[in-house]
């Protein structure tokens, strides 16, 4: 089957620094995607994933480790409008998106 | 650039009639796009896959019947939910297919059947 695990939701504090794991068990994997999505918007595209080791991006950063089908996404420098869902996905034949992690950014 | 429209945002109406979703990749050509459905507090959940110039697959208890999606261009889908139920009412979003196999998310539609 295929699973993606990722926690419920998180709390961090602005200014610092937060990362985001998922875990995932597919069946065939050409990538991994981290997606930001805000309260009734459509996903935005953050990072692309498909060699292991870190994709670093201004303040958000992507983690990779095939052999451990895990990833993790760090986010730096924490501001309020962090404040969203993120979206762990796995490219196997199709996109699949894992539940989805709220990060509450709090002042 | 890699932006994907949506048309309309919202669309409010009753059991029994037919709504018609518009995806547009606006500055990249998308051989393939994506539709899904996002109920709340739930991740997404893709229906179908759609290429360009051929039939849409639809993923495992999606009726093609019912949604029906047409991709006459190379930055045009459309899905028509037919005959829709309140069941039926939730976002939807769509994506358009980029370089290195990204999607580009549409803003979504959120549909409401009374």
């Known amino acids: 089957g295929q699973n993606i695990d990722q926690p419920t939701e998180m709390t961090a504090t602005e200014g610092a620094i937060v990362q985001i794991n998922c875990t995932y068990q597919?069946?065939?994997?050409?990538?991994l995607f981290w997606y930001q999505q805000h309260a009734g918007e459509a996903p935005t595209f953050l990072s692309y994933?498909?060699?292991?080791g870190l994709e670093e991006k201004g303040r958000f950063s992507s983690f990779l480790s095939r052999s451990k089908g895990y990833s993790y996404l760090l986010l730096k420098e924490l501001q309020m409008k962090d404040s969203a869902s993120y979206l762990c996905a796995v490219l196997a034949g199709k996109l699949i998106f894992g539940q989805g992690t709220e990060l509450s950014v709090k002042p | 650039g890699a932006v994907v429209s949506q048309h309309p945002s919202w669309v409010i109406c009753k059991s029994g009639t037919s709504v018609k979703i518009e995806c547009r990749s606006l500055d990249f050509q998308a051989t393939t796009m994506f539709w899904y459905r996002q109920f709340p507090k739930q991740s997404l959940m893709l229906m179908a896959t759609s290429n360009e110039g051929s039939k849409a697959t639809y993923e495992q208890g999606v009726e093609k019947d019912k949604f029906l999606i047409n991709h006459a261009s190379l930055t045009l889908s459309t899905l028509t939910v037919t005959s829709a139920h309140p069941e039926d009412s939730s976002f939807y979003i769509c994506?358009?297919?980029?370089?290195?196999?990204?999607?580009?998310f549409g803003p979504g539609t959120r549909l409401l059947v009374l």
């Open positions: 994933n498909v060699l292991d």
């Open positions: 597919t069946s065939g994997f050409n990538g």
């Open positions: 994506s358009a297919q980029g370089t290195l196999e990204t999607q580009y």
